[in-house]
């Protein structure tokens, strides 16, 4: 019998194959998911925005992006994305003028203005959410007094709150029109003493608490009724880094505690790109991704099991 006489070529043809096979494992594609989606934050204006008509590109990506031309242009567009997509429910911030043209598919989110005007809101049936709460554009942190009205308000009528941290506008926001933030008061932590003092309060914290990672995991950890949207991050980062960021999250145990929500502005591409980015994260499920796109967001809202299910009758594989 012959001997070999470079055993390791055997060895090295073995571990090649181990290795080819166990990367195709680790990074195989689940199906791309289809069903219905709840768009967690969505932005529309109520006067002309400085984002109107212009280009941009991100520094940190190198991505390109237009913009919509005007309110109009804004409307229109958005509203076509969303059907696009099959986006069946949207919380749209400061335009609650949007929710009479689509009532089934929109909901409001306010939280800029003074508790007494968010509560007739309600009261009147024009607030669902009370979100996005800004104040971090402010320099003020969530556990700051000023804020407990909101947060005491939002508990006893048993409304939604997004609570906005970080990131505050593009990579160096503070340079380009929003002077009071500051990366020293992001960090998701300062939410904690509100959920202490708020515990039937319903809250996410929008961008997911990037790039704290690790206080984000003890957070909801040690809070369970805390829920996270992936907000900006979806799509204004590297993708490997939202992959990874998400992949922690859910590693941790929380794939059913992310809401998806692009915190569309005016930026065409942000609704195509963040769904994609969402899609093609090989560590995903498509159990996972449905979640994500849509159960989670419906368990939050409270929405009832006939309005699920006709959401799903629609079509698409969201079953």
Not at 222 to 234: E, F, K, R, T
Request: net charge negative.
């Amino acid at each position: 019998m012959k001997k070999n006489r470079n055993p390791g070529c055997i060895q090295t043809a073995i571990l090649s194959c181990v290795f080819l096979f166990s990367g195709f494992s680790a990074y195989a594609q689940s199906e791309p998911y289809t069903g219905p989606i709840i768009d967690m934050h969505v932005h529309a204006y109520r006067q002309a925005s400085r984002m109107f008509g212009i280009t941009y590109q991100n520094p940190i990506t190198g991505k390109t992006y237009a913009t919509t031309p005007d309110l109009e242009a804004h409307r229109e567009w958005t509203f076509k994305k969303m059907q696009e997509h099959r986006i069946v429910k949207a919380v749209v911030n400061y335009h609650p003028d949007w929710y009479d043209q689509d009532p089934d598919r929109v909901l409001i989110g306010l939280g800029t203005a003074e508790p007494d005007t968010l509560r007739r809101m309600y009261e009147a049936g024009r607030l669902h959410v009370m979100g996005e709460m800004t104040a971090y554009y402010d320099g003020l942190q969530a556990d700051d007094p000023e804020l407990e009205p909101y947060f005491e308000l939002a508990e006893s009528l048993g409304i939604p709150v997004g609570y906005h941290i970080f990131p505050g506008g593009p990579p160096g926001g503070m340079y380009m029109g929003f002077p009071g933030i500051r990366a020293a008061n992001a960090d998701p932590m300062q939410i904690e003493r509100v959920l202490v003092s708020h515990p039937k309060l319903k809250i996410y914290i929008m961008h997911a608490g990037w790039p704290y990672l690790e206080d984000m995991k003890a957070l909801m950890y040690a809070h369970p009724q805390l829920y996270v949207d992936i907000g900006v991050i979806s799509w204004n980062l590297p993708r490997a880094e939202f992959h990874s960021y998400l992949k922690a999250l859910v590693d941790a145990g929380f794939g059913k505690r992310i809401l998806y929500g692009t915190d569309q502005m005016a930026f065409k591409g942000s609704f195509d790109q963040a769904i994609e980015n969402v899609n093609t994260a090989g560590f995903l499920s498509l159990e996972q991704k449905a979640d994500i796109f849509y159960n989670n967001a419906a368990e939050f809202l409270g929405l009832s099991p006939e309005e699920v299910r006709a959401h799903k009758q629609e079509g698409g594989n969201g079953k």
